[in-house]
């Protein structure tokens, strides 16, 4: 406590320039993504199946995948540019500042005296500021979404699904923002110098929260949950749920493919009431015990202790924060730099401490994407154990083809970016011995066309 106290007074030097370093910070990490994207981009521009893969992958599949990334990859480059703009012109004409004033000049005008201070104003202050930044993200989200996902015929949202999906997340900000914001200030209003510790068990506690509201009242509003039918998918899944006495009370199908055809299954709940969720796109693309070796591999995150190990480092994660930033909530000359010259609003303060530990982020970010790709070979082998290793490598193969997912990539940009090994790697680990191309089902209704085209989604899949 006595060291977080020393490094305020330190930290808070007058004249210095935050504002440079944080800009600086913010240039210097796109530089260097930018370099990795490149790097990136030199191994997409390759016309040849990885060797690992060229008896499973066709030659059309893979320039497709190729051509995919590619176009991804120029999208982030401009789409870094523009956020680049955004945060500069931001900073530089210190709209931050100017929207909080305009925040509490609303309140003066339109809310009972009762609502006036810090609170309220911060609440309009964030919700004002989501909303600007909503109307800045509609270019480069209409055009991910219309013009690159439809080139390669992956969007399968409609205008009007997408604009409701936009109001909806838009009117669960607005609900949800507020008390927890409130319930946030308060706390370190409240709790003096020793805040730190109540934020702590506070964001916890939303969290725990968060897990239970979220099935029940939030993702009902974006996709339709229904109860897997009786058969053989369902009753190969439960035994498997036995087998490792996981608390399985629910499976579920998700209709993500009135979106996007992407593929995938999760779990989710309390750790006694545990519920499956089994993308339609994942059952109609593939045979049932290739799903049943793709819930493997997620039930052996969860036998293995990764989602054990994954939330007690986000704790210990949240309380280096807060107790961080106990040294920057009284910073002068950090607000000062800012434009708050005569007021201190703490969630502004939170904010910009957030951009000052951006080279931090960076470092931890690396850190938990090279866990979790061990994490991510450890449950391969978990599912190659219970004898799905067959089932699990097509399965694999197929979400690659389906998804035209990155077939191959540089090392480092890998290192930096991905939170899962590339195919080529998980293969390898689970000693896939080629058996001839890997076709994708195809469930086909009377009257439709055939389709093999699915969306991309990066390497978060499985």
Known sequence: MEFLQRLARFLDRPLFPWKKLIIGFSLANYFVEGFLGYRQYQ??????????????????VFDKSQAYGRAKAKFEFFSGIYGQI?????????????????????????????????ISQSIVFVLSFVVISQILSLPTSLYHTFVLEEKFGFNKSSTKLWITDKIKSLFLTFVLTPPILAGFLAIVQKTGNQFFYYLWVFVAGLQVV??????????????????????????????????????????????GSKRSAHSNAYF???????????YDTLIEKSETQEVVAVLAHELGHWKLGH???LFGISQAHFFAIFSLFSVFINNNS???????????????????????????????????NVLSRKFEFQADEFANKLGYNAE????????????LSTMDADWLF???????????????????????????????????????????????EL
């Open 414 to 460: 890998a290192t930096y970016h991905f939170s899962h090994p590339i195919l080529t790697e998980r293969l390898k680990a689970l000693n896939w011995q080629s058996t001839g191309k890997v076709e994708l089902k195809e469930k086909v209704k009377e009257g439709d066309k055939k389709t093999d085209v699915a969306t991309a989604t990066g390497r978060d």
């Open 334 to 368: 950090l607000y000062a730099d800012f434009g708050f010259h005569t007021v201190h609003p703490i969630i502004v303060g939170f904010l910009l401490f957030s951009d000052v530990l951006g080279p931090t982020d960076t470092l931890i970010k690396l850190g938990m």
């Open 43 to 60: 191994v997409l521009k390759k016309t040849k199946v990885p060797k690992v893969l060229e008896h499973e992958v066709s030659q059309e």
């Open 392 to 403: 699990l490598a097509r399965s694999l193969i197929k979400l690659q083809i389906q998804n």
């Open 268 to 278: 989710f709940g309390m750790p006694w009431k545990k519920h499956i969720v089994i």
């Open 210 to 255: 968060m897990i239970t509201i979220y099935p029940i009242f939030i993702l009902p509003l974006f996709n339709k949950l229904s109860p897997l039918e009786e058969g053989e998918l369902k009753s190969s899944v439960e035994d498997l749920a036995k087998k490792l006495k996981f608390p399985l009370s629910e499976l579920h199908v998700i209709d």
């Open 307 to 309: 989602t054990t190990s």
């Open 86 to 118: 955004q945060n500069i012109l931001f900073y530089q004409f210190d709209v931050l500042p100017k929207l909080w004033s305009f925040a509490g000049n609303l309140l003066v005008r339109f809310a009972p005296a009762r609502f006036s201070g810090e």
